[in-house]
């Protein structure tokens, strides 16, 4: 089971919502606070929502992987009623509740969460990972298949190939070709990492296919 850090209200409509972002948003720390070669990181958790066809319930899916060889360890789901409507900006009201109680059904507590989402790379800086960052305390990464903000500089083919994701002249988050010739992922900081450190992780996290094998394996779980 994971402790929660810190909690507050859940909000009741996009005005509420919005105080709370900006409220939680001092909260992010995007410095480095794991090193990058780290021995005690022994379990990477991805997680992700899927939602019934008529949008009423939220299906939360964790999938936790040891680390460095990424073999399931333990896995998790929580389905609830929808309680936020959808509002671009504020996803993490809709999908933090549910991955909070799916956290919560876990044996093992991970050392990383990589989420299928954004982070900084947010308008207003606090995009799920960096929500779920702070209320669960986990160094977490916002690991995303398409650009919501910030524009780029041409990537290279090869695997490995990174560039800056700039947002008004701030330094967002990263375009990662994570497979040789395919398209590229979006990397952003959820909270206590830097970016150099979330893009490593992610990178060792994605040795087959062009997404981790966390958030792969949890969006298939929540898809089931």
Known sequence: MI??????PWPQNESE??????????QTISTLDMP???PSVKYVAGVDV????DDTIAKAAVVVLSFPDLQLCDQAIACGPTTFPYIPGFLSFREVPPVLDALAKLTICPDLL??????????RRFGLACHLG?????????VAKSRYIGQHDPLGEKRGSWQPLIDQGEIVGA???SRTGVQPIYVSIGHRLDLATAIDYVLQCTPKYRL???TRQADQLASM
């Open 17 to 26: 919502a919005l105080l709370i972002q900006e409220k939680l948003r001092s």
């Open 212 to 214: 981790p094998e966390t």
């Open 175 to 177: 375009v990662v070709r």
């Open 114 to 123: 990589l989420c299928d989402g954004h982070g900084l790379a947010h308008p």
């Open 50 to 53: 899927s939602y019934s066809a």
């Open 3 to 8: 402790p929660i850090h810190r909690s507050h």
């Open 36 to 38: 990058s070669v780290n």
């Open 134 to 142: 702070v209320l669960t305390n986990i160094p977490t990464i916002g």
